[in-house]
């Protein structure tokens, strides 16, 4: 064990921290080094987005001293930023373990800093921070959320006035200050608690009524308001809104699966089989929340564990449509029949192509199209999107991946041209612009609009799908994830993708390389003309290889998460339902091959 980390380890047993937290830490010491060497080998990280982390002590952890100190660098931040002003935040929560205590801790040190503090009396999904920060005139926000991680995990997102999570220069500028924050003792733990001011129905009903604001054919939902919808929150913030706002657009027949609609960051229907309840007590902190972690699914929408449950009741109901969101409320899954009447999970660019072609035709057919519509996805979505949009004239921007760059997309272009919608491959969309963050409340009533739309002209979501593939081809992607935990996890992604850097594959799948993005260096390689040009996005840690055949992969370390993604695109054309099972194995095929060409 390295020396470093014993000694920073020990400090906290001296520090003005609580005693169960030192207890604990005297437990790590004496028990288990691997677990104290992944609580204190670094500082966590506050990235761009903020905090995500392991719940549990150390420095590497989410606890409330790691929240303190984040919190103390943030409002030093905000300070500078606006001085001499009266400074207003807004601080939400999701259902995860700690998020309330460490919600209520960065409230209080806020107001300790002699802001007020707008805190959600309960939780509360990550799209109404956005909206209640802009609704209210504050200055920034705090959401306390691990977003669709595993049980263990809590997470810290930072928004600024604009309700969008921070981008540059803000971004670097509170990390810095951040970092400034050397001690426990240098946070402002106590103070003003009176500037904390309790919410709920002051900000869910303006943020439900603008959300009504956005339905584009409400005569068309009273023709098919018994749309048999089942929902599910997977024991998250979803069950506060979504069931509310699909009964005020109208549908009246919403079915919300009960064995997740128990608010819970231990995701009880997620445990396998057969498993009890693990009793926090029996346990220290780190033993506790490994063991859930060891029996505990991933309460994401994107897997077909976590739908499990909905699907069963689909199945039974009969369902039109299918709606997942994950535990902060912001990214929505879809299930529909496809044409052989069997329930499938639609991926994320399914979803969004669904989504946005909806908007645009929608608007077409309301003669909203003016010429100064835009839509906005990121650089990972599919292409599909492009396509659809250049058939209706309507502009389309590539920004890169993370819904902050959306955000910040519609601010650039606010009072000049008008968004339509957008989204990214991983389950977020938008439409409106009153939030600046990917909302799975307004998805879910939007979507089922556009499901309603289509039963009224006797189809269904999938039948739509499948007349969209044979006007634009159809678009398969793929993503792989790999996860990479630890200090030894870290160094193995940053090989990675070091290695790709210096030695890029030259062909996929057979098919020669013609083109290497390199965002972190900001360059356009051309292979074929051996020629540079620069790339005008932020720097980002990606890398993207487009074959002669037009296949396309892109290599990225995940910003939130210690996992490295890839994802992988590729394009054939069909004629319709008929030639779609064989398209769609060509297809699948020709992704194995790229997977190949990767060594992955």
Known sequence: MDQKIIDKAKQWLTGNYDEKTKKEV??????????????????????????????????????IYTVGMATQGFANYIKKAFPNEHIKVA?????????????????????????????????????????AIRHLGCKAGVNITASHNPAKYNGYKAYWSDGCQLVPPH????????????????VKWKGNESNIILWDEEIDKPYIDAIKGLSLQPEIIQKQKDLKIVFTSIHGTGIKLVPRVLKEFGFTNVHVVEEQAEISGEFPSLRKPGVAAIPEQDYTETEWLNKIHEVTGSPNPEK??????????????????????????DRVGIVVKNSQGDYVIL???????????????????????????????????????????????????????????????????????????????????????????????????????????????????????????????????????????????????????????????????????????DYKQQIEIDCVAQSQKPIALPASNVLQFFAQDGSKVTVRPSGTEPLIKF???????????????AAEEVLKSKISGLKVSLGI
Not at 99 to 107: G, H, N
Not at 304 to 329: F, H, N, R, V, Y
Not at 567 to 581: H, I, M, N, P, Q
């Open 26 to 63: 005297q437990y790590l010491l004496d028990n288990n080094y691997k677990e104290l060497e992944n609580a204190f080998y670094q500082n966590l990280e506050f990235g761009t987005g903020g905090l995500r982390g392991v719940i549990g002590v150390g420095t590497n952890k989410m606890n």
């Open 91 to 131: 601080v939400i929560h999701d259902c995860r373990i700690r998020s309330r205590l460490f919600a209520e801790t960065t409230a209080k040190i806020f107001a300790a800093n002699g802001f007020t503090v707008y805190l959600s009396k309960e939780l509360r999904p990550t799209p109404e921070l956005s909206f």
């Open 171 to 186: 971004d670097n500028s509170v990390i810095d200050e951040v970092n400034k924050i050397a001690s426990i003792d240098d």
């Open 304 to 329: 077909e564990s976590a739908m499990k449950l909905a699907i069963e009741k689909g199945k039974a109901l009969q369902a039109d449509i299918i709606m997942a969101t994950d535990p902060d409320g």
């Open 347 to 517: 991926n994320g660019n399914q979803t969004g192509t669904l989504l946005v072609q909806y908007l645009i035709q929608a608007w077409k057919a309301k003669g909203k199209l003016q010429g100064k519509e835009f839509v906005v996805k990121t650089i990972v979505t599919t292409e599909l999107i492009t396509e659809i949009c250049k058939a209706y004239d309507v502009e389309m921007f590539d920004v890169l991946t993370g819904f902050k760059y959306i955000g910040e997309k519609i601010l650039e272009l606010e009072g000049k041209k008008q968004f339509i919608g957008g989204g990214e491959e991983s389950f977020g969309y938008l439409a409106g612009d009153f939030v600046r963050d990917k909302d799975a409340v307004i998805a879910c009533a939007m979507i089922a609009e556009a499901a309603a739309v289509a039963k009224n002209e006797g189809k269904s979501l999938y039948d739509v799908l499948v007349d969209t593939y044979a006007t634009y081809g159809l678009y398969k992607e793929d993503l792989i994830s790999i996860e990479k935990e630890g200090k030894e996890g870290k160094e193995a992604i940053d090989a990675m993708m070091q290695n790709y850097r210096k030695n890029p594959p030259k062909e996929l799948n057979g098919s020669p390389v013609i083109c290497i993005k």
């Open 567 to 581: 994802y992988f695109g590729v394009k054939t054309e069909v004629s319709g339902a008929d030639s779609l099972a």
